[in-house]
């Protein structure tokens, strides 16, 4: 069956950096886009990058030029490199994939200390 799992989280001081990945397994992953959300307490899951099959890369407009979402087909990975992290970066971040269905991760813990 599809398991996404994440790992990198911790915490970080603003300004700091982290690489999220997220190792895939149970579909072809190198034909199927896969995303990274993040959820803070209290507010609603949001999408934060998009990767194509393609490796073709959208993003939310609070991380652009500061994160990038990258992927490795031949390891089943896809990664987040999050760069001058800010407080309000402060999240569980999730992997994505859907197919017929939503899969996601556990999610991963990122602190941002000001």
């Known amino acids: 069956q599809v398991q996404l799992v994440e790992s990198g989280g911790g915490l970080v001081q603003a300004g700091g950096s982290l690489r999220l990945s997220c190792a895939a397994s149970?579909?072809?992953?190198?034909?199927?886009?896969m995303d990274w959300y993040r959820q803070a307490p209290g507010r609603q899951r949001e999408l934060v990058a998009t990767?194509?099959?393609?490796?073709?890369?959208k993003y939310a407009d609070y991380v652009k030029a500061r994160f990038t979402i990258s992927r490795d087909n031949a390891k089943n990975t896809v990664y987040l490199d999050m760069n001058s992290l800010k407080p309000e970066d402060t999240a569980a971040y999730y992997c994505?994939?859907?197919?017929?269905?939503?899969?996601w991760g556990q999610g991963t813990q990122v602190t941002v200390s000001s």
């Open positions: 994505h994939l859907k197919l017929r269905n939503d899969y």
């Open positions: 149970g579909f072809i992953f190198s034909i199927n886009p």
């Open positions: 990767i194509s099959s393609r490796g073709r890369t």
